[in-house]
């Protein structure tokens, strides 16, 4: 079992940044691959990076890419989304999520956090 906790988020003007936090807790997490995810009112649950278990492998979603930075630090079981350059459409609830497999999709995530809400104003 594993358990996640966002933290971070917040309301920040257009081309500012914010970093996010995913805290994890059970003894299995350094197994896991880590993803952040994201939701904007009315819209489907997308992706928006991605970190292997290992931390040596990362993938990025194209509408962040050059943007967002993700990261895991194993020794304080976290995990990191570093948000710069933020957009207007960038507002949505940021969520947290594991999983052992490599496809990206919401639909194969295992565990999720209960989200944080990132607000970017025009």
């Known amino acids: 079992q594993v358990q996640l906790v966002e933290s971070g988020g917040g309301l920040v003007q257009a081309g500012g940044s914010l970093r996010l936090s995913c805290a994890a807790s059970?003894?299995?997490?350094?197994?896991?691959?880590m993803g952040w995810f994201r939701q904007a009112p009315g819209k489907a649950r997308e992706f928006v990076a991605g970190?292997?278990?290992?931390?040596?492998?990362?993938v990025h979603a194209d509408s962040v890419k050059g943007r967002f930075t993700i990261s895991r630090d194993k020794a304080k079981n976290t995990v990191n989304l570093q948000m710069n350059s933020l957009k207007p459409e960038d507002t949505a609830v940021y969520y947290c999520?594991?999983?052992?497999?490599?496809?990206?999709?919401?639909?194969?995530?295992?565990?999720w956090g209960r989200g944080t809400l990132v607000t970017v104003s025009s």
């Open positions: 970190i292997s278990w290992s931390g040596s492998s990362t």
């Open positions: 999520a594991a999983t052992y497999g490599t496809t990206w999709s919401a639909d194969y995530m295992t565990y």
């Open positions: 059970g003894r299995t997490f350094s197994n896991y691959n």
